[in-house]
């Protein structure tokens, strides 16, 4: 465990201290008594001023939401501790959503910045690397289709986000030892960029031949929300498989506009919590805070618990695409998605959400890299600080990271027509091995309705989900 700095045992909270204190009068006034505060309660701080913050934005309070910005920004630090870190990146996402009311001055601000696709690359490969979830993924997922397909002289599998060729390799050596003999084997890779495709076809057709299995692959160049199903060449007779890893929920994506327009009584949803209820807890860190009510009727927001009813929103690229998917009868769908609930209607439902899942994927970085680590800062700047922009400061069409719980999954795949495939014991079992080997205590898999959430502690962040049509 990388633990750089102590902490102290918080016997009242700190945030009733606060509570009780004047800032200063001036904007400008230096604010020296936060720089004396310990660990924990800087951490419980940061988030009593973060909540303030969002409650500010939301109202539209903007003079209010710079004072506390103002104070957030002597505290957090993106190479401090867990919680430094993740109010650095909560900070300019809220940051960002008071900028986007002046559109010009936001455009202006960004209009020299660029986005590299080898830098995409790399967090992406970071993400795989510094985390098991994808691994722990790859292993259930391949499993279930060893499993699918067993006796199966022809397989094709759809991946519908073809980004790293470890999981087809692994599964290429599995295939090649099968008693019957290896089937002929079709991988239709889906991705945006070409040469991602490129590096995954050579990686393959070189494992294949090296194994002597007959093996094809069929790159498509495009995103999953203008995807010509019919470029993934689906065949008669080829017993079919599809992959998704985190991309559905980009799906979900629609016009808040149009919504409003429709429903007046949406756009009047709850936008602010009240702060008195926050300034009562009594938690000495973050974890402990955030696992409590930390609002009056905000443990949760309202569509959070899994046997919610999905969203009523409209969403009709998801119903396309799931509509196409059931179309080619796979004999298989497997889904990894992140088990977090982020797709909130308001900005505080989403704020207090974020933080819990956010709190805990940054808390996996704290025990297991460096706070010098330029890997971890790579990844939560590029990977986990673009999620939570993109969560906090985007409305409509432009807000993509729309992460649903497991249950919502469940309701909206069963709605399509697809039935729930349960995940084998064999294929926990290897994935509570793999996990067991990272050096890590804190991972751990839990079976939940036949499908399988991946944990930090007791928190679930990710799910994978296995599907077969209904006929």
Request: proline content about 5%.
């Amino acid at each position: 465990m990388f633990q750089e700095e102590g902490s102290s045992s918080v016997t009242s909270s700190p945030l009733q201290l606060f509570s009780m204190m004047s800032p200063p009068p001036s904007l400008g006034s230096p604010y020296p008594w936060l720089k004396e505060l310990k660990s924990e309660e800087r951490g419980l701080y940061l988030i009593h001023l973060l909540l303030t913050c969002a409650n500010h934005v939301a109202a539209g309070s903007l003079e209010n939401a710079n004072i506390a910005l103002e104070q957030i920004s002597l505290l957090a630090s993106p190479d401090g501790d867990t919680m430094q870190r993740m109010a650095a990146y909560f900070t300019e996402a809220l940051a960002d959503r008071i900028l986007k009311a002046w559109p010009g001055l936001h455009k202006a601000l960004n209009s020299t910045r660029i986005s590299l696709v080898s830098e995409e690359i790399l967090v992406q490969k970071l993400f795989f690397e510094m985390f098991p979830f994808l691994k722990v993924a790859f292993v259930l997922t391949n499993q279930a289709i060893i499993e699918a397909m067993e006796g199966e002289k022809v397989v094709h599998i759809v991946d519908l986000n073809a980004a790293e060729p470890a999981q087809w390799v692994a599964l290429i050596q599995v295939l090649s030892t099968r008693p019957e003999g290896p089937p002929h084997l079709r991988i239709t890779g889906v991705h945006q960029q070409k040469e991602v495709l490129d590096q995954m076809a050579y990686r393959l057709t070189e494992e294949a031949e090296k194994l002597d299995i007959p093996f094809q692959f069929n790159a498509v160049v495009s995103k999953l929300d203008n995807l010509d199903f019919e470029k993934l060449r689906v065949k008669t007779g080829e017993a079919l498989a599809i992959c998704s890893v985190l991309q559905l929920h980009s799906l979900l994506a629609f016009d808040d506009e149009l919504l409003r327009k429709k429903s007046p009584v949406a756009s009047k949803n709850l936008n602010g919590i009240h702060l008195p209820r926050v300034l009562q807890i009594n938690q000495s860190t973050l974890g402990e805070l955030l696992e409590k009510d930390l609002v009056n009727g905000h443990s949760q927001s309202p569509d959070s618990a899994s046997s919610s009813p999905i969203s009523s929103n409209p969403s009709a690229k998801m119903d396309n695409l799931l509509n196409a998917l059931w179309g080619f009868t796979p004999k298989l769908m497997i889904i990894t998605e992140q088990d977090s609930n982020h797709n909130g209607s308001t900005l505080m439902e989403r704020l207090l959400e974020a933080l819990h899942s956010y709190a805990a994927l940054f808390d996996c970085l704290e025990s297991t890299a460096p706070r010098t680590s330029l890997e971890r800062l790579k990844l939560e700047k590029m990977l986990f600080g673009e999620e939570i922009k993109n969560i906090i400061a985007c409305e409509g069409s432009e807000r993509k990271e729309r992460h649903e719980k497991l249950g919502k999954w469940i309701q909206r795949f069963d709605l399509a027509g697809f039935g729930n495939v349960p995940l084998s014991y064999y294929g926990m079992l290897q994935a509570t091995r793999l996990l067991q080997g990272f050096g890590c205590d804190g991972y751990k898999v839990k079976e939940e309705n036949g499908c399988v959430v991946i944990c930090w502690q007791d928190r679930a962040l990710f799910s994978v989900s296995a599907w077969r049509c209904k006929r």
